[in-house]
């Protein structure tokens, strides 16, 4: 019989054992992913047109920062490519490393290239279009979009060319 209770014992301290286990993994899986974002980061969707000297342009970067640091370390940043018709959507790489639809609300750096380069078979850089915007527009400068909490969908960006 004390052989009984003892293994009862064991299974019965086994079985703690693997409940505080089990809780701190959660707790310290819970910290794990929740990542370096500052509570309150929010995303909105954004979409737009972009032109130069009115006419649409192809193939256009846009890429757009917070003003202020919303998480430590690495920021989000919000990119997207223009079509034939100067159209894009954006999407954001998270501090997390998760890509998102959108851009960070709030105020946001924009900056805009046009430039396109192509890599020969030696991985020589090769000029396929050269930039048609200035430093005030491919430094981040002078553009800035406010995004709000309902986002934007109808974002125009008319541009002066060089």
């Known amino acids: 019989m004390q052989k009984n209770e003892s293994s009862k014992m064991h299974r ?20 794990l992913y929740s990542g370096c974002s500052k509570p309150g980061v929010d995303y909105a969707p954004v979409s737009g047109r972009i032109t130069i000297d009115g006419a649409a342009i192809e193939g ?70 050269k930039e048609m915007l200035g430093p005030e527009y491919t430094n981040g400068g002078k553009l800035s979009v406010d995004v709000p909490a309902a986002g934007l969908d109808a974002l125009e960006l008319n541009l002066q060319g060089k």
Request: without cysteine; charged residues 25%.
């Open 60 to 129: 256009a970067r846009i890429v757009l920062v917070p003003d202020q640091q919303v998480a430590e370390g690495a920021q989000p940043v919000a990119s997207g490519t223009t079509d034939a018709d100067g159209r894009f959507v954006l999407k954001t790489l998270t501090p997390e490393k998760e890509l998102v639809d959108g851009a960070v609300v709030g105020p946001n750096r924009a900056t805009v290239a046009t430039q396109i380069v192509e890599l020969n078979d030696r991985g020589a850089e090769r000029v396929i279009r």
């Open 12 to 31: 019965v301290r086994n079985a703690k054992l693997q409940r505080w286990i089990a809780v701190w993994g959660i707790l310290g899986l819970s910290v």
